[in-house]
């Protein structure tokens, strides 16, 4: 404990990620799933001078908007490799949300020791792991920091004037991001606080007494000083221009689906990402230990004290996120971390609620002691474990034994289904593929797969069905028409097969109609 008061702890958190994510930027291979599309996508926008649209295996991707993307090629263009490019963004983007965690907690619990929550918070298992593998949502976390935190400034302040900057850059950043969910996770919790307290907050009372009409006056002059016209203006800025010239340069359906589809009919349909309703009750513990055992306590507090303004903020801004995304049929752990900031501060400020005198210090202490240990374990796995295992991670092995047998005996390789990131990263784009038997063996007929021709197939499209199964290689390939040359652990079970030359002549089998394709099908959703 005397060596922790001799030295600054946010100063060598900050030196100790740097170092940690400076090793990480070059020591292993592509992080399943998100770190493969990223770097496919990059690696094909700079192959075909595409600057605007992001591109993987040939077909437009409206996954996300493009400004990790765009950051990624930045990256590029300074000369590091196309890994540490696209993983700089994120990095950046951890050390950044660190220290503005710093600014925070000062605004709302100046007589906290300064680094509590920045290394507390920078040691969550969820929040070391997203901001490690490259991905728009550290952005997005980021982007919400710096928008609350610019709106606990501004409400702090009453007399404050001007345009309200910090607000607004950071919807800004966190939209450009993200797309709409930026603004949807950001002003309505803005605004729900202001609403609380207009009613419940003794603030407004004050002036307002117990007349209606003055405290909805008060409330609109609180939301008016927000700037709320010229902020959306600004924070739009970062994704409209570039709907407009997507919408010119390609065409609106793909605009159509990067806005809507992505945006709208995920949220109500959730499709892969489809989730139960308390699925965030069940990933929260784990993601955010171990703040998340305090949680509840500092909920149940922050209820009990919402009138005041530090307690509001923070509810509004933890349970806001939670809600949305637990109405949204779409989900994922990670959807909630834009609100880790406000949760941990909750489940920090639940220690004096709980506990009196010198055991708030310990407790915080042993937090502290916690994360330090942690982030050094997780630096330690990162430099010494990592670079000796990345070849597992994902299957990246399998693939490179997948790429040498193909060399030993070149041929186009065919992907049965759409292929996967990591499968183009390793194996090269754009890899044509077929969405089906009936595709597959009428190619094979006609000869535009040819006698020497790979088909690579994951194992779960494989083996007999009782019933047609449109998404099934149905006949599974065999002699004398196709040859097994590999089983192999890549990402998934993969078997690679080659055409053999009977194949052409072999009658086209009964084969399941294959599912009709949807309008934004023409479009890479993976």
Not at 100 to 109: D, I
Not at 210 to 229: H, Q, S, Y
Not at 262 to 276: A, I, K, M, S
């Amino acid at each position: 404990m005397q060596l922790l008061r001799k030295v600054n702890p946010l100063a060598g958190l900050l030196v100790t990620l740097t170092v940690i994510y400076a090793l990480a930027l070059f020591n292993h291979g592509p992080v399943p799933s998100m770190e493969p599309r990223f770097a496919e996508a990059v690696r094909e926008m700079l192959a075909r001078g595409e600057w605007l649209i992001p591109i993987k295996n040939g077909v437009p991707y409206i996954e996300y908007p493009p400004l990790y993307f765009w950051l990624s090629i930045a990256g590029t263009l300074m000369g590091l490799p196309l890994l540490a490019a696209i993983r700089l963004p994120g990095y950046l983007g951890l050390l950044v949300w660190v220290w503005w965690l710093v600014r925070l907690q000062k605004e709302l619990f100046p007589q906290w020791p300064r680094w509590l929550l920045a290394l507390t918070a920078a040691a969550l298992p969820a929040i070391l792991y997203n901001f490690f593998t490259a991905q728009s949502d550290s952005l997005l976390i980021l982007g919400t920091l710096i928008a609350f935190s610019g709106f606990v400034r501004l409400r702090t302040d009453p007399i404050r004037r001007g345009f309200p900057w910090e607000i607004w850059l950071g919807v800004l950043l966190a939209t450009a991001a993200k797309g709409p969910v930026g603004l949807a996770i950001t002003v309505p919790a803005m605004v729900l606080e202001i609403m609380l307290t207009a009613f419940i907050s003794p603030q407004p009372v004050i002036s307002a007494g117990r007349d209606l009409n003055l405290r909805v006056t008060w409330m609109f002059r609180e939301v008016w000083r927000t700037a709320p016209i010229r902020g959306l203006l600004l924070a739009l800025v970062g994704i409209v221009p570039w709907y407009i010239a997507a919408g010119l340069t390609l065409n609106w359906e793909f605009v159509r689906a990067v806005l809507v589809y992505q945006n709208f009919t995920r949220f109500l349909v959730g499709f892969d990402h489809l989730q139960p309703w308390w699925m965030y009750g069940q990933t929260l513990w784990g993601d955010l230990f171990p703040l998340s055992l305090l949680l509840p306590f500092g909920i149940y507090f922050g209820l009990r004290q919402v009138r005041e303004f530090r307690w509001r903020v923070l509810l509004m801004w933890a349970l806001w996120t939670l809600l949305f995304f637990t109405v949204s049929a779409s989900k994922q752990s990670k959807y909630i971390l834009p609100a880790a900031p406000a949760m941990a501060l909750l489940a920090l400020a639940a220690v004096p609620a709980l506990l009196r005198g010198r055991w708030i210090l310990w407790l915080w202490s042993v937090l502290q002691v916690w994360a330090a240990a942690f982030i050094l374990l997780f630096g330690v796995l990162v430099a010494a474990w990592l670079p000796f295992h990345d070849q597992q991670i994902g299957g990246l092995a399998g693939y490179q034994q997948i790429k040498a047998a193909v060399a030993q005996a070149p041929g186009r390789v065919v992907s049965f289904q759409w292929p996967r990131p990591m499968t183009l990263y390793v194996l090269g784009a754009p890899m044509p593929y077929v969405r089906s038997s009936r595709e597959l063996y009428a190619q094979v007929r006609s000869g535009e797969i040819k006698t020497g021709d790979y088909v690579l197939v994951n194992i779960r499209y494989l083996g007999d069905s009782d019933e047609p199964d449109a998404m099934k290689l149905l006949p599974a390939p065999q002699p004398p028409y196709f040859e097994e040359v590999l089983k192999v652990k890549a990402e998934d079970p993969m078997v690679l097969y080659r055409v053999l030359p009977k194949a052409a002549s072999r009658p086209v089998p009964a084969t399941p109609q294959p599912a009709p394709t949807h309008w934004w099908q023409q479009f890479d959703t993976d």
